[in-house]
T-cell receptor, first 114, second 111 residues
Framework: SQQGEEDPQALSIQEGENATMNCSYKTSINNLQWYRQNSGRGLVHLILIRSNEREKHSGRLRVTLDTSKKSSSLLITASRAADTASYFCATAPWGETSGSRLTFGEGTQLTVNP | DSGVTQTPKHLITATGQRVTLRCSPRSGDLSVYWYQQSLDQGLQFLIQYYNGEERAKGNILERFSAQQFPDLHSELNLSSLELGDSALYFC??????????FGPGTRLTVL
């Protein structure tokens, strides 16, 4: 079963607008990662935020993590048509230092209209 | 390009058959993971190997097995295939508890 729940399931915006996707999870985590997947293709790693971090930036991406609420959000600013993809959050459980399974959410399908 | 390679890209086979999927991790990564992505189950963790040893098991069927070789490449063996095994199979690798980098996947179609 999926640990993460993502909200919304689908999001359609215009180019230049910001897109915000949310992810909730259930258990204690070591880190939370966001991935992008273009239709039927491989997953591209976007950003990792550790459990002791609250916010992280990478280019047009901003990720926040609230461990008390067991939730994270991904903000994509100034969106482009090329950002159209499915976005997944994935959590790594607490306590494993030699790598660990990722539990994925169901994903948010983002469509950016030109 | 993540640095993780998977072969083959596509595989079409019949029910009851056996197939082997191959994965080469990024240079230096000791951990290899296998995931299955299907429409009804989403992305599911199957199994992890770390430096040749099985480290964690997820929702992997008994008909499926995997191994990691001394050169760190990994193979996922799927046997007695059923229609429901049709899915995208991803391999990922990581260094420690860091980012997992995914390969392009193998699309398996069971007819």
């Amino acid at each position: 079963s999926q640990q993460g729940e993502e909200d919304p399931q689908a999001l359609s915006i215009q180019e230049g607008e910001n897109a915000t996707m949310n992810c909730s999870y259930k258990t204690s985590i070591n880190n939370l990662q966001w991935y992008r997947q273009n239709s039927g293709r491989g997953l591209v790693h976007l950003i990792l935020i550790r459990s002791n971090e609250r916010e992280k930036h990478s280019g047009r991406l901003r990720v926040t993590l609230d461990t008390s609420k067991k939730s994270s959000s991904l903000l994509i600013t100034a969106s482009r048509a090329a950002d159209t993809a499915s976005y997944f959050c994935a959590t790594a459980p607490w306590g494993e230092t030699s790598g660990s399974r990722l539990t994925f959410g169901e994903g948010t399908q983002l469509t950016v209209n030109p | 390009d993540s640095g993780v390679t998977q072969t083959p890209k596509h595989l079409i086979t019949a029910t009851g058959q056996r197939v082997t999927l191959r994965c080469s991790p990024r240079s230096g990564d000791l951990s290899v993971y296998w995931y299955q992505q299907s429409l009804d189950q989403g992305l599911q963790f199957l199994i992890q190997y770390y430096n040749g040893e099985e480290r964690a098991k997820g929702n992997i069927l008994e008909r499926f097995s995997a191994q990691q070789f001394p050169d760190l490449h990994s193979e996922l063996n799927l046997s007695s295939l059923e229609l429901g095994d049709s899915a995208l199979y991803f391999c990922a690798s990581s260094a420690g508890s860091n980012e997992q980098f995914f390969g392009p996947g193998t699309r398996l179609t069971v007819l």
